[in-house]
């Protein structure tokens, strides 16, 4: 996907209460209240969850992740998210 692309045409690739895994590190750059800049908000690998949908630029689709682990909620593109399909409970036999 490359930056110049308007993602809104399309409709978002998460839907609320979608399980997500940060495919990236994410600093904060100064958006993020009680944090300094440059420190880590969200490590590669973190799960959380999809809480809203917004818009950036009029371009860009950005989800409001919460790590429920680390107790924030981090905006974040579809580019730096990995879908986690939900699971199915088993059934006893």
């Known amino acids: 996907m490359r930056d110049e ?3 809104l045409v399309r409709d978002p690739a ?3 209460g979608d399980k997500v895994v940060s495919r990236k590190t994410v600093r904060n750059d ?4 009680g944090h300094e800049i440059g420190d ?4 590669k690998g973190d799960v ?3 809480r809203d949908i917004g818009t950036f630029l009029q371009q860009y689709w950005i989800y409001a992740i919460e790590f429920i682990d680390r107790g924030s909620i981090v905006g974040m593109r579809e580019r730096e998210l ?3 399909p939900p699971t199915t ?3 006893p036999r």
């Open 5 to 7: 692309e308007v993602e």
């Open 40 to 43: 880590i908000v969200v490590h």
């Open 48 to 50: 959380g969850y999809v």
């Open 14 to 16: 998460f839907r609320p």
């Open 30 to 33: 100064g958006t993020m209240w």
């Open 82 to 84: 990995t879908p986690i």
């Open 89 to 91: 409970p088993e059934m």
